[in-house]
């Protein structure tokens, strides 16, 4: 997150905690990815907190470079697929399993097209007007962005419950603050926002939890 390492170490803490918390809850095997992604947010914030102490110390080395291949690890790589995989093993209408399988398959290209990038160009890290700026020389080609928002958004909607909608609005206007207020370093900050919702899914989960024993033994 821009601002500060204080800023994305305390969000780290308390949305891997709130993690942690999520898997205790998590009863069916099924919904574990799911319950696991606050607790991946929190380490990608953490990841931030450093990369901010090595840009305090004016490290340009090696351990400020691996630090940002790791957060673009978590931005091009992890999220694409894991977001709409985790809605697809709950998923359980098939022609909606089908659709998300697109979501996945789709997130996948992406994650493919980031490794791609990585390995050729690397990521690289700058603070600017007091934000975290991520870059690389492949830049953004048009329509990334919709992609990327699809890849990542776009389970949410097509998923069978109703309250996982509203997960995907609030991600949504995540982006929307981010991209209008904070273009500068969109990604850091659309993550920081998506990982404070996804503090969110601790009460899907437990939710599910108690629901779990009683679909599990209806008589």
Not at 16 to 32: C, D, F, K, N, S
Not at 87 to 109: F, K, N, Q
Not at 127 to 148: R, T
Request: aromatic share 12%; proline share 5%.
């Amino acid at each position: 997150m821009c601002f500060s390492a204080s800023v994305s170490f305390t969000t780290g803490l308390v949305i891997a905690t709130v993690g942690v918390l999520a898997l205790r809850q998590a009863r069916r095997p099924e919904i574990r990815l799911l319950a696991a992604i606050p607790l991946l947010f929190g380490v990608q914030q953490l990841t931030e907190g450093f990369i901010w102490l090595a840009l305090d110390r004016a490290d340009t080395g090696p351990a400020l470079h691996g630090l940002a291949q790791f957060y673009a690890f978590f931005v091009g790589m992890v999220w694409p697929v894991l977001i709409p995989l985790s809605l697809l093993l709950l998923e359980p209408h098939a022609m909606r399993r089908r659709l998300i399988g697109m979501v996945v398959a789709l997130g996948g290209a992406m994650a493919v097209y980031t490794l791609v990038v990585m390995a050729l160009y690397g990521f690289s890290v700058h603070v600017e007007h007091q934000c975290l700026v991520y870059q690389n020389p492949a830049g953004i080609w048009p329509g990334m962005e919709m992609v990327y928002l699809l890849a990542t958004c776009g389970a949410f909607f097509i998923a069978s419950d109703h309250r996982l909608h509203w997960l995907g609005v609030a991600n949504l206007v995540g982006f929307g603050i981010a991209a209008s207020f904070f273009s500068l370093n969109l990604p850091s900050v659309w993550c920081f926002c998506a990982a404070v919702i996804s503090s969110l899914l601790y009460w899907y989960v437990r939710d599910d939890a108690r629901v779990a024993p009683v679909a599990a033994n209806p008589g």
